[in-house]
C-alpha cells in the first residue's frame, strides 16, 4: 500500500474540503448554496468509502455502517434542497425524516461494532458506567432544551410529537454510543480523533438546528458544522490510522479504566449538569423541571456511587496484588526471603509453646551457573520454575504423612537457593522429606541440601546458618545429596549467621 499516496489525498481533502466548506457558507442562502453544500456532502461520502476499500480495516463492518449513515443524512440533505428551491414545497413529515431518523441507527451501529473490536470480549464496568453518567446529564438537557419544548410545539399532532422526541432521542443514542467508545481503552488514533470530531459537530449541528426551528430562528449558521463534519468523517476513513482503530486493549491489566484528572473533572461536570441546571431555571425565573432534575439527580447520584464503589474495588485489588508481590517471588511463586525468615519465626514462637521439633533445610541447585552459561538465562529461570513446582508437588503428596499437627514451607531465598521449613518433624524425618524431593528435581539436574533441627534455643539466623554450613559441607562432598547439620555448640558464633559463598 502506497501510504504516500493516502498521506496526499488525505492533506489534499482537508485542504479543499475546509475551502469548499467556508466558500458554502459565505453564500447567500440560495439554491446555488444548496448544490454546492450537497456536492461537498457527497463528495465526502465518495472519499469515506474510499479510505474503507483502500485501507481495509479490521473492523470493516462498523466503517461501512458510518458510511450508509452518513449516505442517509446527505441524501436527506438533497431531498431537503429539491423541496426547497426547486418544488417550493415544505412537506411535513417527508421521506427525509426517516432518512435522518434511520442514520442514527446505523452510525450508532457502527460506533457499537468499533467498542466491540476494541474491548475483544474483555469487561469494562467503569467504562459503561463514565457513558451513562454522561449520557443521562446530556439527555436533562436535551429534554429542557429540546425535547419538551418540541412537544408543547407539536400540541395534539401525534406525528409532530414523535418527531420532536425521535430526533432529540437519536442524539442521545449517538452521543451515547460516542462517549462509549471515548472511554475504552486502546488506540488513540488520528483517526480516532477526526472520527469522534466528526460526530461531535454532527450532534452540535444538529441540536442547533432543532433549537433554531422550536425558536423561529434562523437556522444557516448549522451549515458550517454540519459541512465540517463531513469532511471530518472523510478525513478519518483517509488516514492511514483508521486500520489501528480497533486495535484491542494491550493487556488484561487494561481493563478497568483509567481515572485521569481530566476525566475526574468530566464526571463532576457531567454529575452537576442536574441541580445546575435546577440553579439556572431558578436564577432566570424560569419554570423548573422538577421532576426531569428530581429523576435524573437520583439515577446520577446512584451511578456515581457506582463509579466510587468500583474506584474502591479497584484499589483494594491494586492493593493485594502489591502485598502479594511483596511476599512472594517473581519468578517461581513462592514465599521470598521476608516472607520466609518470618514464617521461621511464627514456626518457633509455635514450636516452643507446642513443644514441637523445628527444622530447616537449605537446598541449592548443583552447578546452576553452568547450566545457565550452556543453555541461557531464560532456561536457568525455567529450571528454577520447573524446579519449585516439581518440589511443591512432593510436599503436597507427602501431606497426608506430614499430618495436621505439622507444617512445611517452601520459599526462594535467592538465586538458585531455595529454604524449606519444616514444623513437628525431628532431624531424620526432615533428612528423608528432603531427600524425596531430590528425586523429584527435574531436567536431569540434582541439588545438594543442608538440614539443621533447632535447639530451642537458636536465633532464626543461628539456626540458618547451622543448616548453610550443612549444606556447604554437602557441596564439598561432591553434591547430589542431603547432609544434617551437627548439634550445635554450647557458644554461639555471631559469624555463623552470615551465609557462605558457593559456586
Given at each position: 500500500?502506497?501510504?504516500s499516496?493516502?498521506?496526499t ?6 485542504a479543499?474540503g ?5 466558500v ?17 456532502s ?7 468509502v ?8 479490521r ?8 458510511a450508509?449513515?452518513v ?51 474483555q ?15 446530556f439527555?436533562?438537557l ?24 425521535a ?32 460526530t ?13 426551528v ?13 459541512l465540517?463534519?463531513y ?54 425565573g ?28 479497584h ?42 521439633p ?9 552447578r546452576?551457573?553452568?547450566f ?19 518440589w ?17 514451607m517452601?520459599g526462594?531465598w ?16 526432615a ?7 531430590r ?15 533447632w ?18 559441607a ?5 553434591r ?15 559469624a ?8
Open positions: 500500500m502506497d501510504t499516496r493516502g498521506g489525498l488525505f492533506r489534499l481533502h482537508l479543499v475546509t475551502l469548499l466548506t467556508l458554502c457558507c459565505a453564500l447567500p442562502d440560495t439554491g446555488w448554496r444548496s448544490v454546492l453544500y450537497s456536492t461537498v457527497f463528495a465526502c461520502l465518495g472519499l469515506l474510499v479510505g474503507i476499500r483502500r485501507h481495509r480495516p473492523a470493516s463492518a462498523g466503517w461501512w455502517l458510518i450508509a449513515g449516505g442517509l443524512w446527505s441524501t436527506a440533505d438533497l431531498l431537503w434542497g429539491v423541496w426547497t428551491w426547486i418544488l417550493d414545497i415544505d412537506p411535513f413529515p417527508s421521506p427525509a425524516d426517516a432518512l435522518y431518523l434511520t442514520s442514527y441507527l446505523f452510525m450508532a451501529g457502527g460506533f457499537a461494532r468499533f467498542v466491540r473490536a476494541r474491548r475483544r470480549g469487561g469494562d464496568r467503569e467504562g459503561v458506567i463514565d457513558s451513562l453518567i454522561f449520557t443521562v446529564g439527555v436533562l436535551s429534554w429542557v432544551l429540546l425535547m419538551r419544548p418540541g412537544l408543547e410545539l407539536a400540541g395534539s399532532s401525534t406525528v409532530a410529537g414523535a418527531l420532536a422526541a430526533y432529540p432521542l437519536g442524539d442521545v443514542l449517538l452521543l451515547a454510543l460516542l462517549v462509549r467508545m471515548l472511554t475504552t481503552t486502546g488506540a488513540r488514533t488520528a483517526a480516532f480523533r477526526w472520527l469522534a470530531a466528526a461531535g459537530l454532527l450532534l452540535v449541528a444538529d441540536c442547533g438546528y432543532q433549537y433554531a422550536m425558536r423561529d430562528l434562523p437556522d444557516s449558521f448549522v451549515d458550517l458544522p454540519f465540517l463534519a469532511v471530518c468523517f472523510a478525513a478519518a476513513a483517509l488516514h492511514p490510522s483508521m486500520r489501528q482503530l480497533t486495535d484491542p486493549v494491550a493487556a488484561a491489566d487494561e481493563t478497568d479504566t483509567r481515572f485521569t484528572r481530566r476525566r475526574l473533572v468530566a464526571l463532576t461536570l457531567a454529575s452537576l449538569l442536574s441541580p445546575g441546571t435546577l440553579l439556572v431555571q431558578l436564577a432566570l424560569v419554570r423548573p423541571e422538577a421532576w426531569a432534575v428530581a429523576s435524573t439527580s437520583v439515577v446520577l447520584f446512584l451511578l456515581v456511587v457506582a463509579r466510587m464503589s468500583g474506584l474502591l474495588r484499589l483494594e485489588q491494586q492493593a493485594s496484588r502489591l502485598a502479594d508481590m511483596a511476599r512472594t517471588d517473581a519468578l517461581t511463586g513462592l514465599p521470598n526471603r521476608r516472607t520466609s525468615d518470618a514464617e521461621l519465626e511464627r514456626m518457633q514462637t509455635r514450636a516452643r509453646a507446642e513443644g514441637s523445628l527444622c530447616v533445610a537449605v537446598l541449592d541447585l548443583d546452576f551457573k553452568s545457565n552459561d550452556t543453555f541461557g538465562h531464560q532456561a536457568g529461570d525455567s529450571l528454577l520454575v520447573q524446579s519449585a513446582t516439581a511443591r508437588a512432593g510436599l503436597e503428596a507427602a501431606r497426608a504423612a506430614i499430618g495436621p499437627d505439622r507444617a512445611a517452601l526462594r535467592g538465586g538458585e537457593e531455595f529454604v524449606l521449613l519444616l514444623l513437628g518433624h525431628d532431624l531424620d524425618g533428612v528423608a522429606l528432603v531427600e524425596g524431593l528425586e523429584r528435581t527435574p531436567a536431569g539436574q540434582t541439588f545438594s541440601a543442608g538440614v539443621a533441627s535447639s530451642g534455643l537458636e536465633s532464626p539466623a543461628e539456626l540458618f546458618a547451622r543448616a548453610d554450613a550443612a549444606l556447604y554437602a557441596k564439598e562432598g561432591g547430589d545429596r542431603v547432609v544434617p547439620a551437627a548439634a550445635p555448640s554450647p557458644v554461639s558464633d555471631d555463623a549467621g552470615t551465609p557462605v559463598s558457593r559456586g
